[in-house]
């Protein structure tokens, strides 16, 4: 609905600037009266804004207070975040735009606005006014000062705003659970700032709290064909109050807001979720993504190419006049997207960047586990006032089904659920888990595949530096018996012993490969961090992404190699070492470990914002299908034998090892990237975070 809303505003613009009015069309007026209807509800839209804000917003106002989880620090915060990130950068594209108008074009140019809130030439633009700016900027538009430039479109952020402190102003007033002299104090604060901002803003306030309501009210149990038929009823309504616009006056906008909060409550009775895969809420879900940068940016793009195409009188809409405009239209849809992918889509790390260096702690709502739904609901009707005595249990558990199936609305309500589901609605990478050797220390992985050579002399039988790296990647006792099964190394044991090879052999090489292992370790030499490890890790845990290790070397072994990375700056969240999980390699198990030490509630939500980055077949895989997986082949232990060979061979026999590393791991790994090596992976960060906002899993 939201992104729908915006396409309204969007068309509703468009139209306006490019082409006559439909009284003025000159020929087959009949033939444009449907898409002349669908262009003409830019204000109507603008109400449905409100109403969805009412609703998000509002609720999360009113969840927040009822749980006593209620911070204006953190409200604030989120609030002024998500407004700025695009506002901002909005504003300035808006003075860009204006700008290049004042230079093309005479000042007395005639705009094509029916909106009598947007200028008619190009003196009324107010770009040239720092006051307008940054009046704009704090939401003070058409309360203190003008609107800033041809982005007058934007007057309705000011409502926004001022109804986003408003209405937990209003709430805290009126809860009982609130200290007596904060009571007095936001309803103080709350009549001074009506006073202040006066009617022409708080007279649509009404349609903003007719989402909120939606809140309090209890949940329908209404079937597929009702909710079919309200949104049939919805769409002719929101036409006919357009229409009547003239007539009702603010009795459309109060219409609209009261049909807009109705069909909220009658869709919130679906207890399954629309397909993701059907064309429709494929759409809608796109359009919502950037829905906000749509509607800030939009009306200065499309007023440039306006000035610029249509001159003095607007298009007939013939079909040369309809194609350019619907090109213009597609071409300010790509320009608000491309907006979006630097601004609005990035507002999450925005948030938690600005909250950390505020000191703030990230706000993640935490209920107490053992909190029922009554409990929970009757402590919301005792603070507001607004739920009845009847949500009761009695009244909960009479909506079991049969097979005591619980409904969605009151399984969401759940305490330990709401924290389930708070964890889940943030759409980027939180975390990395990285290997040792190969990946972000000991380029070739030479420590391990010298010992394992050694071992087997040691036993008596001689193995092949391939031999030895084939299975890269496992846990080191479950290397040793890999090694075993090989067929040329199965062959000359059973030459060499007479028999097959069995697991007193691999307990007998493993019990050498240890200490072997951990004195060669006491070199620093296998210590050395791969180019850019220690920066970039730095930087990914000032950004808030939470750094594991996971690797087939035994505690012992990962104690040695992380105290030498130390010394060098590479610091990791947590590790996991093989022997600390009954299941290594390829499970997922080190990962959920790690995930685990770093406190991680909502399991499902977090390995879906991981990404594995691993060297090996096995290490890539490691977490499928569960997290996202990487591959790196530069370093690889499938490059060369040893870092000795390597600087012996020439650039073209490296080149190709190199190439060969990577085909490798694209073939055989399953992981969703295979690059170089870490300098690559910020790349691969921005594009996992661009397909989780899109609802992407691994």
Not at 224 to 245: D, E, H, M, Q
Not at 346 to 369: F, K, P
Not at 604 to 619: C, M, P, Q, Y
Request: proline fraction near 4%.
């Amino acid at each position: 609905m939201r992104g729908a809303a915006a396409v309204l505003v969007l068309v509703f613009h468009w139209r306006n600037l490019f082409f006559v009015s439909y009284h003025e069309i000159g020929a087959h007026r009949w033939l444009f009266f449907a898409p002349y209807s669908l262009t003409a509800g830019g204000h109507e839209a603008v109400m449905i804004f409100f109403v969805l804000s009412g609703y998000l917003i509002g609720g999360s106002v009113y969840r927040s207070m009822a749980s006593n989880q209620w911070s204006w620090a953190s409200y604030l915060t989120h609030r002024l975040v998500r407004l700025w990130v695009v506002l901002v950068p909005g504003l300035l594209l808006c003075l860009l735009w204006d700008m290049l108008l004042y230079w093309g074009i005479d000042s007395t140019h005639s705009f094509h606005f029916s909106d009598p809130a947007l200028p008619k030439t190009l003196r009324e633009l107010n770009t040239d006014s720092a006051a307008a700016f940054f009046g704009t900027l704090f939401f003070l538009q058409n309360v203190v000062v003008p609107a800033f430039g041809s982005d007058a479109a934007l007057w309705s952020l000011a409502n926004e705003f001022w109804y986003y402190i408003l209405f937990p102003l209003g709430m805290l007033s009126i809860l009982s659970s609130t200290r007596l002299r904060t009571r007095i104090l936001t309803a103080g604060l709350f009549l001074l700032l009506c006073l202040w901002l006066g009617k022409s803003l708080l007279v649509l306030f009404p349609v903003w709290l007719m989402g909120a309501a939606v809140l309090v009210l209890p949940r329908a149990r209404l079937n597929n064909s009702i909710r079919w038929l309200a949104l049939a009823g919805y769409v002719p309504t929101i036409f006919l109050c357009t229409y009547l616009k003239g007539r009702l006056h603010l009795g459309s906008d109060f219409i609209i807001g009261g049909a807009t909060a109705a069909l909220i409550w009658t869709m919130l009775s679906a207890t399954q979720p629309a397909s993701r895969s059907s064309l429709v809420p494929r759409l809608c879900r796109g359009f919502a993504r950037f829905s906000y940068t749509l509607y800030v940016v939009h009306a200065p793009f499309l007023l440039l190419f306006a000035s610029l195409l249509v001159g003095t009188a607007l298009w007939q809409p013939t079909w040369p006049e309809i194609g350019i405009g619907l090109g213009i239209l597609a071409l300010t849809i790509g320009y608000a997207y491309g907006v979006a992918a630097l601004t609005e889509f990035h507002t999450d790390s925005v948030r938690a960047w600005v909250e950390r260096h505020l000191g703030l702690e990230v706000h993640r709502t935490r209920r107490t586990q053992g909190a029922s739904v009554r409990a929970m609901l009757a402590a919301a009707s005792r603070s507001a006032g607004f739920v009845e005595e009847q949500i009761m249990s009695e009244s909960v558990l009479s909506r079991l089904s049969a097979s005591g199936r619980v409904p969605e609305d009151i399984r969401h309500a759940a305490a330990q659920q709401r924290r389930f589901d708070t964890e889940n609605t943030e759409h980027s990478v939180a975390y990395l888990m990285l290997d040792c050797s190969g990946t972000t220390m000991d380029r070739y992985v030479d420590a391990p595949a010298i010992v394992f050579v050694e071992v087997f002399k040691q036993y008596g039988l001689e193995i092949t530096m391939p031999e030895a790296r084939g299975p890269m990647g496992l846990r080191k006792d479950l290397h040793i018996r890999a090694i075993t099964q090989i067929p040329s190394v199965r062959k000359r044991f059973i030459d060499k012993f007479g028999r097959e090879p069995g697991q007193s052999d691999v307990d007998a090489m493993f019990a050498v490969f240890v200490p072997t292992q951990l004195a060669l370790l006491r070199n620093g030499a296998y210590h050395t961090l791969l180019p850019g490890v220690g920066e970039l890790c730095k930087e990914w845990q000032k950004q808030g992404i939470k750094i594991g290790v996971t690797t087939g070397f035994t505690r012992q072994m990962l104690d040695l190699l992380l105290a030498g990375a130390a010394k060098q700056g590479f610091v990791p969240d947590t590790h996991c070492a093989g022997d600390e999980v009954e299941l290594p390699r390829p499970t997922a198990y080190m990962v959920v470990k790690n995930l685990e030490r770093m406190g991680v509630y909502n399991l499902e939500n977090a390995l879906r914002r991981t990404i594995k980055v691993d060297d090996t077949v096995s290490g890539a895989g490691e977490g499928a299908p569960l997290c996202w997986r990487v591959g790196v082949s530069k370093w690889s232990n499938y490059v060369a034998d040893s870092w000795d060979a390597v600087r012996k061979m020439s650039a073209g026999d490296l080149a190709a090892r190199e190439q060969a590393s990577k085909a490798k791991l694209v073939s055989e790994s399953g992981a969703h990237y295979v690059i170089d090596d870490l300098r690559a992976l910020p790349a691969v960060i921005a594009d996992v975070n661009q397909r989780l906002a899109n609802g992407e899993r691994p």
